[in-house]
């Protein structure tokens, strides 16, 4: 058990590069944690446990809504800091035993996100004075590189971010189950509840009135359906 | 005379929206996007004077970014126009209720549909989970984009009709009933595969869906880890991966 620091590295820059896409850039979902978790699971030899992070992790926040000037928990930096921990925790990265705490010990960094998003955007304030002041003395493309400079410290804060995170959460994980190793046989049901928990918030959101007959519809099918195969 | 965006400008406006959030401010959040995403077209309007203009642009501004491109074609075509003047106006008009539709339809209804799709072929495959979500998601967001720009172009003397047509809201109903079903397969297939029975399952999320109506998700998720704990170390075991991924 030890923290990779080419993994944490590549976390953090692949971090930055998936970040643009939750606000500065695009919205293409690159930044849910489905996709971000098997990309830097895929990088860092680990798919599969990447992929069951992303799964984990990508129901629990699918009820977070960036709606207005809200900004919402975003689960992009728990999933590439589980994924970071997984390794740190599991060098050989072939067993499963670490996924849970990794997943738990990632699960703080959602707040870190928030605070690096809420910095960016009280940052920007000041460069709209300075777009607006270059417009008057007609230095147009000026300004227009203003609002590509912001897109650029999103990429820079988020990269740092995510560095810290991924070292310090993964180092934190190594240290508490290096101390205590039984623990992760004890953890090894806190996989399920970020899913579980997700799955029964978006149902309780989503499934109203007649819609609970095509949720125990689509139940039925489900339980039938692997029964067969 | 109007002067009509050729194929060229139609896709530097799609590639431009694609950053209106790109310098999201507190004091006129999408405002600097806006201006960025306009600034050629009104340069090559008013070669001359465009200060004036570009100026106006950087305004408070603030909708849904898939839904703003019906916005940018509102505008292109009133400043092709010459009437300037009346943009302000169709902006604080039109961005509220475009932002209220957008919300619903992309982070409400298609975010959650696409990734549960995503998750029940990840049931198969994970690659193959992972591109059926980000296809179904972003061929729904970049046709939007595309065509909206198109029709707030065409419908620029009648900006609110688009609105009144509600065709989002019907939409968003479809939508919803295509995700409920989606919703109980995976509730069922989670319960297959991790061994649980699927009505005990069932049962238990029902529980917890009505205490997440009540409660906030984190306290919630904290209680759950808790417990699970807990049951770990009495010496409650489940085989990993429960999921099929391999």
């Known amino acids: 058990m030890a923290v990779s620091p080419l993994a944490v590295v590549v976390t953090g820059f692949l971090g930055g590069l998936l970040s643009l896409d939750r606000t500065a850039f695009g919205q293409f979902l690159l930044s849910r944690p489905l996709v971000s978790a098997s990309l830097t699971g895929a990088i860092l030899g680990c798919p599969y446990q990447g992929a069951f992070v992303g799964v984990s992790l990508e129901l629990l926040f699918l009820s977070s809504l960036p709606v207005g000037s809200f900004i919402p928990h975003h689960p992009l930096y728990p999933s590439l800091v589980a994924v970071a921990a997984f390794v740190a925790l599991d060098p050989s990265r072939n067993g499963w035993e670490m996924v849970p705490p990794a997943i738990l010990f990632a699960l703080p960094s959602v707040w870190a996100d928030r605070l690096v998003e809420d910095i960016w955007r009280r940052s920007n304030d000041g460069l709209l004075q300075r777009a607006e002041a270059l417009i008057r003395l007609e230095k147009i493309r000026l300004a227009r590189a203003l609002h590509l400079t912001a897109i650029l410290r999103a990429f820079v804060l988020n990269t740092a971010a995510i560095l810290l995170c991924a070292a310090t959460l993964s180092g934190l994980a190594v240290l508490v189950l290096r101390s205590i190793p039984s623990l992760a046989g004890a953890l090894a049901l806190v996989g399920m509840a970020p899913l579980l928990v997700g799955l029964a918030g978006l149902s309780a959101a989503k499934v109203k009135g007649r819609g609970w007959l095509g949720f125990a519809g689509g139940l039925a099918v489900g339980l039938l359906f692997w029964s067969v195969i | ?246």
């Not at chain 2, 703003?68 to 300037?84: C, K, N």
Request: overall charge positive; hydrophobic content about 45%; proline content about 6%.
């Open chain 2, 1 to 246: 005379m109007e002067k009509r965006p050729g194929l060229a400008e139609r896709i530097r406006f799609l590639l431009r929206s694609l950053s209106l959030q790109g310098s999201w401010c507190f004091q006129h959040m999408q405002g600097l996007g806006f201006f960025y995403i306009l600034s050629p077209w009104l340069a090559k309007l008013h070669p001359e004077n465009p200060k004036d203009s570009l100026r106006r642009h950087t305004a408070f501004f603030n909708t849904n970014p898939y839904m703003a491109s019906y916005l940018i074609g509102v505008v292109s075509r009133l400043e092709a126009d010459g009437r300037s003047e009346e943009t302000q106006g169709a902006k604080s008009a039109l961005m509220g209720p475009l932002g209220a539709n957008g919300d619903g339809l992309f982070w409400a209804t298609l975010c959650p549909l696409s990734a549960v799709l995503g998750i029940c072929m990840a049931f198969f495959s994970p690659l193959a989970g992972i591109l059926l979500m980000l296809a179904t998601f972003n061929a729904f967001g970049i046709l939007t984009r595309w065509k909206l720009f198109e029709r707030g172009y065409d419908g620029a003397d009648k900006p609110l009709e688009y609105i009144v047509e509600r065709k989002d809201r019907v939409l968003i109903n479809k939508l919803s009933s295509v995700l409920t079903p989606l919703l109980g397969f995976l509730l069922g297939s989670v319960g297959m595969k991790t061994g649980i029975p699927g009505t005990v399952m069932a049962v238990f999320l029902v529980a917890l869906g009505l205490t997440l109506r009540k409660q906030r998700t984190w306290p919630v998720l904290w209680t759950v880890i808790t417990v699970s704990v807990l049951l770990g170390v009495l010496g409650l075991r489940m085989e990993m991966p429960w999921f099929p991924l391999k």
